[in-house]
């Protein structure tokens, strides 16, 4: 069991499968998992991501086109917030 890792929160499930199946096909080592509810109370699923495979996932976010999502780094027994990950989102003009 890993007890430092990352979590990836995309803002669709769609996202969160697509990089998935993209990661395994790459042999980049990750797994589907519930949203911890100290992240959020919605239902939904992040990638977990193991230390030493972040930087080779956030590479494969960012070729792979994924909108911005956010990263958080398990450290028992809490989710630390560490950056907004893929491109900025769009802001509406008022």
Known sequence: MMDN??????PS????????????AQGIPVDLVPTPRQISSDC???VKIPEQ???KMLQ???RQGM???KLYR???????FV???GPPEETVPR
């Open 74 to 80: 398990f450290q028992k027994p809490v989710y630390e």
């Open 83 to 85: 950056q907004q990950t």
């Open 5 to 10: 890792f990352y979590i990836l929160a995309l």
């Open 44 to 46: 939904g699923m992040v």
């Open 13 to 24: 499930i769609h996202y969160i499968m697509k990089l998935e199946k993209e990661s395994v």
């Open 53 to 55: 495979s972040l930087e």
């Open 60 to 62: 494969l976010a960012n």
């Open 67 to 69: 909108p911005a999502g």
